[in-house]
């Protein structure tokens, strides 16, 4: 069975903020995979880029996710 798992946090240095971009992948994958770029919900203001279970059980080594964090509401003017 395959499985996609976290691979390399990436961490992305602002003027305050140090935001993250997660990249999930099945390690044992020969072939390129397909790129989900996952933006958390929030309306802006909320949420954390954390993928839900599901989401990569959904993949299993199907797929490649980029888990995304962005500044929010209270932190930077839109867009942030």
Same mark, same amino acid.
């Given at each position: 069975?395959?499985?996609?798992?976290?691979? *390399? +946090?990436?961490?992305?240095?602002?003027? *305050?903020?140090? /935001?993250?971009?997660? /990249?999930?992948?099945? &390690?044992?994958? =020969?072939? +390129? /995979? &397909?790129?989900? =770029?996952?933006?958390?919900?929030?309306? #802006?203001? @909320?949420? @954390? *880029?954390? =993928?839900?279970? #599901?989401? @990569?059980?959904?993949?299993?080594?199907?797929?490649?996710?980029?888990? =995304?964090?962005?500044?929010?509401?209270?932190?930077?003017?839109? +867009?942030?």
């Amino acid at each position: 069975m395959h499985s996609t798992e976290l691979q *390399k +946090p990436t961490h992305i240095r602002t003027d *305050k903020y140090q /935001l993250r971009l997660d /990249l999930y992948w099945d &390690p044992e994958s =020969i072939e +390129p /995979l &397909p790129l989900i =770029i996952w933006v958390h919900g929030g309306a #802006w203001r @909320t949420g @954390t *880029k954390d =993928i839900p279970n #599901w989401v @990569t059980s959904c993949c299993q080594g199907k797929y490649a996710i980029a888990s =995304i964090e962005y500044r929010l509401s209270h932190q930077a003017i839109f +867009p942030a």
